[in-house]
C-alpha cells in the first residue's frame, strides 16, 4: 500500500490559505511544514531545526495567519500588534514579510515591516493605523519600545526566525527584551539551522514544553548541490576566472569577506559590460532596496554581496554561488552556499583559492563535512577548463556600462517617485495653483550636488559629499518660488555656485557666509515676476 503525500488542506490548512499557495505554484509541503503544521497549527510551541532554504517562512507564516484570521477587524488595534516575527537582517524581513503577505491578504491580516536604515515615522504611522502582524529586526523594534511608539501586550504569536545568526550578530540581549514584553501565555515558534551560542537558552526560557522537530542540521549534505574548490596561480587568473564566472546568462550570486571588495567587484563587472550590483552593510536601505529589485528582475545577472546576505537574500533560481575568496570559517561558507539549490532546485558554489589559502580552505571543507578535490584552473589558457564552461553556460551579450547607469538612474527616480519626493532635477509642480512640493537632489561624491528644481515649490539642494577636492554643489534654479542651495562640508570644496532667478528673470540672489572647513557658500534665491 503505497503512503498518500499529504496537501496542505490535509495538513489543517484553512481553505483561503491553502488557496493562495496553489497560485503561488506551491501545492506539496516541504518536510520541515509537513512535519511541524500539525502541532503549531493546535497552538503549540515549535522548536524547528532545519537549514536554510528547507521552506521554514511558510512553516511559521501558516499558523501565524490562520490564528488571527478570525475576527480580524475587530481584534486589530492601533499600535498594538497580535503577532511579531523577529529576523536578523533587513532582507530577511523583507522577504518573510512578502511570503506572509501572500498568506494574510486573502483572509485580511494586515503586514508591516520595521528595521532600521529609513525614517521611523513611516513605521509610526503603519503602526497607528492598526497592524496584525510585524516583521520586525530587532534593534528598530527595540527602540521604538523604549519609545513606547509600539506596545506588545496584545501578542498572540511570537516567531524567531535563524535564531542563530541572530545570536552570532550579538541580538539575543535585545531579543530577551523584546520577548519580556510579550505576554507569557502566547504561542511561541523558534526555527534555527543550530542551537549554539545561546540560543538554547532562549528555548528554555521562552518556549513552553515545546514540540521539537529537526528535518535537516545545518551541515546536512544538499544533494542537489554540486561543491567545487578553484585553485588559481595569482590576481590575474583570479579575476579572469571571476569574470568568466560571472558572464553566464543565468543569475547568480558572489560572496566577498569585506564591504569594499562587493562595491569595487561590482563595479568592475558593470564597467565590462555585466549588469552587476553590490549587497553590502554601507548601503543605504533605498540602494539596497534597488539593488536586490534589480537582481531580482533579472536587470542584473550578477549580485556581489558580503556576509550580510548569506542568509537574508531568498531569491528563486540563483544557479551559482561563488566565494572569491573563502569564507571565515565553514557556516559561512554553509549558509552563503545556501543560496543555490533552494527548495529542491540545483545549484554550484564555486571558492576560488590562491596558493596561500589552500590550507584554511581544507579547514572549511573539513568542518563542514564536504569532500571535494580542489582543481588547478587558468581562465588564461588557450583552450578554457571544460569544467568552468558547464558553469558559465550560455554566454550573455555584454551591455553597454553607458545603458546599465541610465536603467539604475531610471529606476532611482521611480523609488524616488514612489516615496513622495522629485527625483534631482525634475519638478512635479507646474502652474499658479500648484501644490507645493519639496524635491531633494542626491547625495553627491566628493563634494558634488544637485538640487531638485520645481516648477512653483521648493527647491532643496543635495549635500556635498565630506573631504576631498569636491567640485562645487550645484543651487536648484526655481521657476517662481524659493530654492536653496544646497552645503558640500570639509575638504577643500569650491564655493557653491549661486542660484539662478525665475525664467522672467530679476531675479535676486544673494549669498550667505561660507561654511567652515573651506566649504561652500550657501545662498537662497528669490525669482522677479
Same mark, same amino acid.
Given at each position: 500500500m503505497t503512503e498518500t503525500t499529504p496537501t496542505f488542506l490535509s495538513l489543517g490548512?484553512?481553505?483561503?490559505?491553502?488557496?493562495? =499557495?496553489?497560485?503561488?505554484?506551491?501545492?506539496?509541503?516541504?518536510?520541515?511544514?509537513?512535519?511541524?503544521?500539525?502541532?503549531?497549527?493546535?497552538?503549540?510551541?515549535?522548536?524547528?531545526?532545519?537549514?536554510?532554504?528547507?521552506?521554514?517562512?511558510?512553516?511559521?507564516?501558516?499558523?501565524?495567519?490562520?490564528?488571527?484570521?478570525?475576527?480580524?477587524?475587530? %481584534?486589530?488595534?492601533?499600535?498594538?500588534?497580535?503577532?511579531?516575527? /523577529?529576523?536578523?537582517?533587513?532582507?530577511?524581513?523583507?522577504?518573510?514579510?512578502? $511570503?506572509? %503577505?501572500?498568506? #494574510?491578504?486573502?483572509?485580511?491580516?494586515?503586514? $508591516?515591516?520595521?528595521? @532600521?536604515?529609513?525614517?521611523?515615522?513611516?513605521?509610526?504611522? !503603519?503602526?497607528?493605523?492598526g497592524i496584525d502582524v510585524v516583521v520586525a529586526a530587532p534593534g528598530r523594534l527595540d527602540d521604538l519600545l523604549k519609545q513606547g511608539v509600539v506596545s506588545l501586550d496584545g501578542v498572540e504569536v511570537t516567531v524567531l526566525d535563524e535564531a542563530d545568526h541572530m545570536a552570532d550578530m550579538g541580538f539575543l540581549p535585545v531579543v530577551t527584551r523584546i520577548l519580556n514584553k510579550t505576554p507569557k501565555v502566547g504561542q511561541r515558534l523558534l526555527f534555527s539551522? $543550530?542551537?549554539?551560542?545561546?540560543?538554547?537558552?532562549?528555548?528554555?526560557?521562552? =518556549?513552553?514544553?515545546?514540540?521539537?522537530?529537526?528535518?535537516?542540521?545545518?551541515?546536512?549534505?544538499?544533494?542537489? /548541490?554540486?561543491?567545487?574548490?578553484?585553485?588559481? #596561480?595569482?590576481?590575474?587568473q583570479k579575476d579572469a576566472l571571476i569574470e568568466a564566472l560571472a558572464s553566464g546568462t543565468g543569475r547568480r550570486i558572489f560572496f566577498t569577506r569585506m564591504k569594499h571588495q562587493a562595491k569595487r567587484l561590482a563595479k568592475q563587472l558593470s564597467a565590462s559590460g555585466i549588469p552587476a550590483v553590490e549587497l553590502q552593510g554601507n548601503l543605504s536601505q533605498n540602494a539596497r532596496d534597488r539593488n536586490l529589485a534589480e537582481f531580482v528582475s533579472g536587470d542584473a545577472k550578477v549580485l556581489v554581496a558580503t556576509d550580510v546576505?548569506?542568509?537574508?537574500?531568498?531569491?528563486? @533560481?540563483?544557479?551559482?554561488?561563488?566565494?572569491?575568496?573563502?569564507?571565515?570559517?565553514?557556516?559561512?561558507? =554553509?549558509?552563503?552556499?545556501?543560496? $543555490? !539549490?533552494?527548495?529542491?532546485?540545483?545549484?554550484?558554489?564555486?571558492?576560488?583559492? /590562491?596558493?596561500?589559502?589552500?590550507?584554511e580552505m581544507r579547514q572549511i571543507m573539513r568542518a563542514a563535512k564536504i569532500n571535494v578535490t580542489p582543481r588547478q584552473v587558468n581562465p588564461n589558457a588557450a583552450t578554457v577548463d571544460p569544467e568552468v564552461l558547464s558553469l558559465i553556460g550560455e554566454v550573455a551579450p555584454r551591455v553597454d556600462p553607458r545603458e546599465i547607469e541610465r536603467r539604475r538612474a531610471e529606476a532611482q527616480n521611480a523609488q524616488q517617485r514612489a516615496a513622495g519626493h522629485s527625483p534631482a532635477g525634475q519638478g512635479n509642480s507646474t502652474g499658479a495653483n500648484a501644490k507645493r512640493k519639496r524635491s531633494r537632489g542626491g547625495q553627491g561624491r566628493g563634494g558634488q550636488g544637485q538640487s531638485g528644481q520645481n516648477g512653483q515649490g521648493q527647491g532643496r539642494g543635495g549635500q556635498g559629499g565630506q573631504g576631498g577636492q569636491g567640485r562645487p554643489a550645484q543651487a536648484g534654479a #526655481?521657476?517662481?518660488?524659493?530654492?536653496?542651495? @544646497?552645503?558640500?562640508?570639509?575638504?577643500?570644496?569650491?564655493?557653491?555656485?549661486? +542660484?539662478?532667478?525665475?525664467?522672467?528673470?530679476?531675479?535676486?540672489?544673494? +549669498?550667505?557666509?561660507?561654511?567652515?572647513?573651506? @566649504?561652500?557658500?550657501?545662498?537662497? +534665491?528669490?525669482?522677479? +515676476?
Open positions: 490548512v484553512p481553505a483561503p490559505i491553502a488557496e493562495a =499557495l496553489a497560485r503561488n505554484g506551491k501545492t506539496e509541503p516541504f518536510p520541515i511544514q509537513r512535519d511541524t503544521l500539525p502541532d503549531t497549527l493546535a497552538g503549540r510551541d515549535v522548536l524547528g531545526r532545519g537549514r536554510t532554504g528547507s521552506g521554514k517562512t511558510i512553516a511559521f507564516g501558516i499558523p501565524l495567519v490562520a490564528r488571527l484570521a478570525t475576527d480580524v477587524v475587530a %481584534k486589530r488595534r492601533p499600535s498594538r500588534p497580535r503577532a511579531i516575527v /523577529l529576523a536578523p537582517t533587513r532582507e530577511l524581513v523583507t522577504q518573510i514579510a512578502e $511570503t506572509i %503577505k501572500m498568506l #494574510a491578504d486573502p483572509v485580511g491580516v494586515k503586514v $508591516t515591516t520595521i528595521f @532600521g536604515g529609513i525614517p521611523q515615522r513611516r513605521q509610526e504611522l !503603519a503602526l497607528e493605523g539551522a $543550530t542551537l549554539d551560542n545561546g540560543v538554547d537558552n532562549i528555548v528554555k526560557k521562552y =518556549l513552553h514544553d515545546p514540540i521539537r522537530h529537526s528535518v535537516d542540521s545545518a551541515e546536512s549534505p544538499v544533494p542537489q /548541490l554540486t561543491h567545487h574548490v578553484f585553485e588559481v #596561480a595569482g590576481k590575474d546576505a548569506a542568509r537574508g537574500v531568498h531569491v528563486d @533560481g540563483v544557479e551559482l554561488v561563488v566565494h572569491i575568496d573563502p569564507p571565515v570559517e565553514h557556516k559561512a561558507y =554553509l549558509h552563503r552556499s545556501g543560496r $543555490t !539549490a533552494r527548495a529542491g532546485n540545483e545549484g554550484d558554489v564555486v571558492t576560488v583559492v /590562491l596558493p596561500e589559502q589552500r590550507g #526655481a521657476g517662481g518660488g524659493r530654492g536653496r542651495g @544646497g552645503q558640500s562640508q570639509g575638504g577643500q570644496g569650491q564655493p557653491r555656485q549661486r +542660484s539662478q532667478g525665475g525664467e522672467s528673470g530679476g531675479g535676486q540672489r544673494r +549669498s550667505g557666509r561660507r561654511a567652515q572647513g573651506g @566649504g561652500s557658500v550657501y545662498s537662497t +534665491s528669490s525669482s522677479g +515676476s
